[in-house]
């Protein structure tokens, strides 16, 4: 689950990413930088949003959502005991049951 979470999240991050670089900023219209009438409205001279405003949103909300699904995850994720850093006490045990069947061999 964990690993189907950061596959999407790097999706969304790569969509937001390029649905920002696509876009127009505000100021770039001619009409706007002479201050038309349209563009001193609410919502600019552009409405209240087109597609890509949208979606744009949209995919920063996923985003957020994301973001606060893996850090939940990651904190409440207890890590498995590494064995490469134990292995004294293997090499011991293996050491120990070795040296008993050692013992057993040994005729009288």
């Not at 995919?59 to 890590?79: D, E, Q």
């Not at 293997?90 to 061999?105: F, G, P, R």
Request: proline share 1%; charged share 15%.
């Amino acid at each position: 689950m964990y690993e189907v979470l950061m596959v999407v999240y790097l999706l969304v991050a790569l969509g937001l990413i390029g649905l920002i670089l696509i876009q127009q900023g505000k100021g770039a219209d001619m009409g706007a930088s002479f201050g038309s009438g349209a563009s001193g409205t609410l919502f600019g001279s552009s409405g209240s949003g087109n597609f890509l405003t949208r979606s744009t949103a949209i995919l920063a909300i996923a985003f957020f959502a994301l973001s606060l699904a893996i850090g939940n995850l990651s904190a409440n994720h207890t890590k498995a005991e590494d064995s490469w850093n134990d292995l004294g006490t293997e090499a011991a045990q293996a050491v120990e049951v070795s040296t008993e069947q050692a013992e057993d061999k040994i005729p009288d």
